[in-house]
């Protein structure tokens, strides 16, 4: 026996959520295809004042961080004076003096 199956409904469509973009997505359940789909509207541009906002609090984290750089370096020198003579402590003076590859020659 033959049927036919022309009168038959298409089955339920599934909706669902695309987890990388948001986006709703009509899909069909029998044949995996998408049927639709509905992006996300952007977001609305940020005002003007935002912006301003934005600008200052940037520029007062680079300026804090170039203050924390320009410290960072003046003391570079002090700590480089500190390391050496700490080195200096350690040395042996009745050691020979290390041979220099160029000495080899």
Avoid: Y
Avoid at 31 to 55: E, I, R
Avoid at 70 to 78: M, V
Avoid at 92 to 100: E, L, N, V
């Amino acid at each position: 026996m033959v049927t036919d199956d022309s009168h038959r409904e298409s089955p339920a469509r599934l909706t669902v959520i695309c987890p990388g973009c948001q986006a709703e997505l009509v899909v069909d359940p029998a044949s995996g295809t998408v049927l639709w789909h509905q992006p996300v509207p952007p977001p609305a541009p940020p005002s003007l004042d935002d912006l301003v906002k934005h600008s200052e609090t940037k520029r007062q984290e680079v300026a804090e961080r170039f203050e924390r750089e320009r410290r960072a370096l003046n003391d570079r020198g002090r700590v480089l004076d500190e390391k050496v003579k700490e080195a200096l402590k350690r040395v042996d003076p009745s050691a020979p003096p290390p041979i220099r590859p160029i000495d080899l020659d």
